[in-house]
């Protein structure tokens, strides 16, 4: 999964967020096992807003995907997380990237996600639950961190590891995910 704010919540800078998240999972039904280091990142799509803190973590859970991802949502909402805008500023941001190998809700749907085009992205939201997350291969604030954790993950549709996804981005997206302070668990 990956984890991000930009936005803090309360007195809570988004750094301190993400330090605080975790112990809110055992709580929603999560485990966490691993946690990346945390990263400065330039915000999402850019001028959008603040920039933000990424990390990646692995969890245990019991469930389906979408009661796994319903927790999620769970934790969000006790962080201050408002769903009002696509791709708007975040008080905490946690995206199910994927379970195990995984293909949901099937492969067309997938496939359909992840070659929409840019500006069809800002304007659509899925009406299901799609893992692997259609998009994660492209972004190097999700890649970068999940590298951290998860390497050796093999993407159940591209056949690729975390690690080779990671290589395969351009140089300058991989240069603006930047270590900060060395907080990862």
Known sequence: MALGSNLGVSAR???QTLVACPAAFPAAGLRLRRLSRFFSTPCFPPGAGPDYVNAAA????SGTAGEILRKLHDVEASFGRERCERWGMRTLDL???GVGSQVLP???TYESWSSL???QQRERTPDRLILPHPRLHERAFVLVPLADVAPDWVHPVLHRSVSALCDALPPE???EVVPSADIGL
Do not use: I, M
């Open 95 to 97: 995206d199910l990237l």
């Open 58 to 61: 692995v969890l245990t859970a």
């Open 173 to 175: 997206a991989r240069a």
């Open 13 to 15: 800078s988004p750094t």
């Open 106 to 108: 099937d492969r067309a």
């Open 117 to 119: 085009p840019l500006d």
